[in-house]
């Protein structure tokens, strides 16, 4: 079992920026794939980035240029770095960890609201 605890989220203006951290605790030697996703109210759940094990990263083209994500494999956590946030950007964060035995953990998400 992993446990998966986010943090970071907050109000913040048209342009600023956010770091949500994302701390993965329980079996994290199994841990593969690290990643965030967001869902707005009435939105299906997305991908916003992940990033592998291996190092490589995808990202929603909506973020490219945006958003960086990087992980802390030595303290199991992965971190979201937001610029240039947009008012449509606002959404419930969640972190979810894949394991190679096939888990797929969630965390409660944290909420990111940008305000214009």
């Known amino acids: 079992q992993v446990q998966v605890v986010e943090s970071g989220g907050g109000l913040v203006q048209v342009g600023g920026s956010l770091r949500l951290s994302c701390a993965a605790s329980?079996?994290?030697?199994?841990?593969?794939?690290m990643g965030w996703y967001r869902q707005a109210p009435e939105n299906q759940r997305e991908l916003v980035a992940r990033?592998?094990?291996?190092?490589?990263?995808n990202y929603a083209d909506s973020v490219k240029g945006r958003f960086t994500i990087s992980r802390d494999n030595a303290k199991n956590t992965v971190y979201l770095q937001m610029n240039s946030l947009k008012p449509e950007d606002t959404a419930r964060y969640y972190c979810?960890?894949?394991?190679?035995?096939?888990?797929?953990?969630w965390g409660q998400g944290t909420q990111v609201t940008v305000s214009s």
């Open positions: 979810n960890v894949k394991t190679s035995n096939f888990g797929d953990y």
């Open positions: 329980g079996s994290t030697f199994s841990v593969t794939t």
């Open positions: 990033i592998f094990s291996g190092g490589s990263r």
